[in-house]
């Protein structure tokens, strides 16, 4: 497989980028006054407005021309057969049966998934139903009202991210909370107050071996077996989400409250299979269902439509244009919804975890940079924040801004206020303010240089009607897919991570050397050594 820079089209555009650098996207739009509707698409009911973009139609043209010439429909094909396009840990990558209609066939070793598929989601329908109706009784007698999932990572962020988007769609009698920090601030402060009589936990754990998550399940179980009075109340209090049947009956979870998922599966790419448990509980199954209809919606536009008129292939190619050929360091997401606040930090483990590599798929060093730094926060509150250095910075950060027609809580006319701000972003971004406008507001000129805004300054815009389960599938499939196209275009393994391990395996050698009543001998570097000896002198109880 050759690198990417070797490709022509990334050579035209190296090329081609020279001359962009130089174009305003005020020109461009002055040039083409139809601009803004020629470069909005729609489909799986997102409109996406890409015209904001420091693109030409042949830019375009090009960074089309590129993804096919990485192989990017080959490499859809594969994923979609099941074929182990995770080539490092010998996986096949296949969140998209998660979401396939039960006729379809996906085989994984020559076993049909889907089947596995739905057999569990009914699984999760049934259990869930009984949470909501209040027929799943604790150990005391009374029914289940604080579901509180433990998790980290992959297991976490999705769950927790859901159910934030989604908490217009819970019924008020349950209460929800997330358990994923070792720091037991984080257990403490999430059951503060809750009556462990009807409170369930839900560990969810794909390996089923994740020191933090093991940790607070094992917290959990005696703030449990303390509280009620009996090692029997765990089988009423506990289930378990895990790929690792054997582990979590060790820790005492009955098969029967054990909800499966497949290896198949990566972590981050996790929120629609049993992870997805809370969420579940939280909005219910036929709410479930249309999330993963909205899933699906986005799988088949991107596995049909052309590239060029690919949403999620579109935003990928944006994205590799100034990562690569602008240079830009980060991408902004700015959802424009208080219930997608949790967003950016989902997508921040899934777009840096999958395509943060510093090596091809066959091992080489990559000879151009890999993700972005993603980050963001949810308008209007970043406005007063941090907008100040996208507007002018001396850095180049492309958004991406989502919105909603409708909002879930009409409030007065707030709702107005807030998508005004959003288009007025958008618009300030991109034309900025000349030195000639701002004298002409009567400006003073020492400050004149102050308040110019230079624009040129790109952005995607992503609206639906309203925050429904399946625009938040639509829009989480969105973003897969564009990060599965960038990880094609670099040629690296987007499902794996084996960058997290060399801390982990490095903390297991602390933990004893910090537990040790005797003084540990340490051979760590000079500030290691120098950390945990402080540490061990001044902790509590030393
Ligand atoms: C996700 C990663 C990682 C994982 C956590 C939790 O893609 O693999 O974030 O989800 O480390 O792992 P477990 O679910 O196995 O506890």
Redesign the pocket.
């Known amino acids: 497989m050759r690198a990417p820079t070797e490709c022509p089209a990334w050579q035209g555009l190296a090329k081609h980028a020279e001359s962009i650098r130089g174009r305003h996207l005020r020109t461009l739009f002055a040039d083409e006054p139809a601009r803004g509707d020629r470069m909005t698409l729609e489909a799986a009911g997102l409109v996406l407005d890409y015209s904001k973009n420091r693109v030409t139609d042949e830019t375009l043209d090009l960074l089309v021309r590129l993804a096919s010439e990485c192989g990017l429909r080959e490499r859809i094909t594969a994923m979609f057969a099941g074929e182990k396009i995770n080539v490092t840990e010998k996986r096949a990558v296949l969140h998209v049966a998660l979401r396939a209609p039960a006729d379809e066939r996906i085989i994984v070793d020559g076993r049909n998934v889907v089947p596995d598929v739905h057999a569990v989601l009914a699984r999760m329908a049934a259990f869930s139903a009984r949470i909501r109706s209040g027929g799943w009784l604790g150990y005391t007698g009374k029914p289940i009202r604080n579901i509180v999932n433990i ?7 999705g769950p927790v991210m859901a159910y934030e988007a989604l908490r217009h769609y819970s019924p008020h009698e349950l209460s929800f909370g997330f358990v994923s920090n070792v720091d037991g601030t984080d257990f403490t402060e999430v059951t503060r107050g809750l009556d462990a009589a009807q409170t369930l936990f839900i560990v ?7 020191l933090e ?1 093991l940790t607070n399940a094992h917290a959990a179980r005696s703030w449990v077996v303390q509280r009620l009075g009996d090692e029997r109340a765990v089988s009423r209090h506990f289930v378990a989400v ?1 790929t690792n049947a054997e582990a979590a009956s060790k820790f005492g979870i009955d098969r029967a409250n054990l909800f499966g998922f497949w290896d198949w599966v ?5 929120m629609d299979s049993a ?1 997805g448990l809370s969420t579940m509980i939280s909005i219910g199954a036929e709410q479930f269902q249309a999330m993963l209809a909205g899933f699906r919606a986005m799988d088949q536009h991107f596995r049909s439509a052309p590239f060029e008129r690919n949403l999620p292939v579109l935003m990928g190619l944006l994205a590799v244009w100034y990562n690569n050929f602008f240079d830009a360091q980060t991408a902004a997401i700015l959802p424009y919804d208080q219930y997608l606040r949790k967003f950016p930090a989902y997508l921040q ?1 899934l777009t840096m ?1 999958s395509n943060g590599k510093h090596v091809t798929r066959d091992g080489a060093r990559v000879d151009c940079q890999t993700a972005p730094v993603y980050w963001g926060d949810r308008g209007t509150n970043g406005q007063h924040s941090f907008f100040q250095l996208l507007h002018q910075g001396t850095r180049l950060v492309p958004c991406d801004f989502i919105g909603f027609c409708r909002s879930l809580n009409p409030l007065g006319g707030q709702h107005d206020l807030l998508m005004a701000n959003l288009f007025a972003q958008t618009e300030a971004l991109a034309f900025g303010r000349t030195a000639d406008e701002v004298r002409a507001e009567g400006t003073p000129e020492w400050l004149v240089p102050h308040r110019v805004c230079d624009g040129n300054r790109p952005s995607n815009t992503i609206l639906a009607d309203r925050l429904t389960p399946a625009t938040l599938g639509t829009l989480v499939a969105l973003y897969e897919h564009s990060v599965f196209t960038q990880g094609v275009i670099w040629n690296i393994d987007s499902f794996d ?1 084996w960058g ?1 391990e060399l801390g982990k395996a490095l903390a297991q050698r602390v933990i004893p050397e910090l537990q040790s009543v005797d003084e540990p001998p340490l051979a760590h570097d000079s500030s290691t050594n120098a950390l945990i000896r402080r540490y061990r002198r001044r902790r509590e109880g030393a």
């Open positions: 998790g980290l990572g992959g297991s976490d962020l969810s754990s794909k390996t089923f071996t994740t998550t895990s990566g972590g981050r790419y996790s992870i483990q975890e991570q997290v």
